[in-house]
């Protein structure tokens, strides 16, 4: 099985941003950690603040990936663009979000990209990327 994550815009910054909200462990620590736990799991990482370079990832890997674990950041308030990317593609996509959303500023309440999405994990700190990869092991 090989699944994708994505990550968007600030995510590089996990670890040093509002580490009360985000927690103060990198992504790529997280990640190695996820690599070891899933070792029957290929996992690619990518990770992008410019949304034409997440939209060209999802176009990539959503014919070649069985599953796509995304975080699209702010975009996820904004772009339907990657919407559409998202509904473009065959590989389902789960959207994560590290804090819950709805505890937060209005903006953060509406998501562009859920209705493309297979579902929509948050508020799990960085534990939602684990719960993700369980749902697609699932499908």
Request: proline share 2%.
């Given at each position: 099985m090989r699944i994708q994550?994505?990550?968007?815009?600030?995510?590089?910054?996990l670890g040093k941003r509002?580490?009360?909200?985000?927690?103060?462990?990198?992504?790529?620590?997280?990640?190695?950690?996820?690599?070891k736990r899933y070792a029957?799991?290929?996992?690619?990482?990518?990770?992008?603040?410019?949304?034409?370079?997440?939209?060209?990832?999802?176009?990539?890997?959503?014919?070649?990936?069985?599953?796509?674990?995304?975080?699209?950041?702010?975009?996820?308030?904004?772009?339907?663009?990657?919407?559409?990317?998202?509904?473009?593609?065959?590989?389902?996509?789960?959207?994560?979000?590290?804090?819950?959303?709805?505890?937060?500023?209005?903006?953060?309440?509406?998501?562009?990209?859920?209705?493309?999405?297979?579902?929509?994990?948050?508020?799990?700190?960085?534990?939602?990327?684990?719960?993700?990869?369980?749902?697609?092991?699932?499908?």
């Amino acid at each position: 099985m090989r699944i994708q994550i994505i990550n968007g815009p600030n995510i590089n910054l996990l670890g040093k941003r509002e580490p009360s909200v985000y927690g103060s462990v990198t992504f790529e620590e997280y990640l190695a950690d996820l690599r070891k736990r899933y070792a029957d799991v290929e996992i690619d990482y990518f990770q992008s603040n410019i949304e034409g370079e997440l939209i060209d990832k999802i176009q990539q890997a959503g014919f070649e990936a069985d599953g796509i674990v995304l975080n699209a950041g702010a975009y996820t308030h904004t772009s339907i663009a990657l919407q559409d990317a998202i509904r473009a593609v065959t590989a389902p996509v789960v959207e994560v979000h590290i804090s819950n959303v709805h505890a937060r500023e209005a903006f953060r309440h509406v998501s562009m990209i859920s209705c493309a999405c297979k579902g929509v994990i948050l508020g799990f700190g960085l534990d939602s990327y684990r719960l993700a990869i369980e749902a697609l092991k699932e499908l």
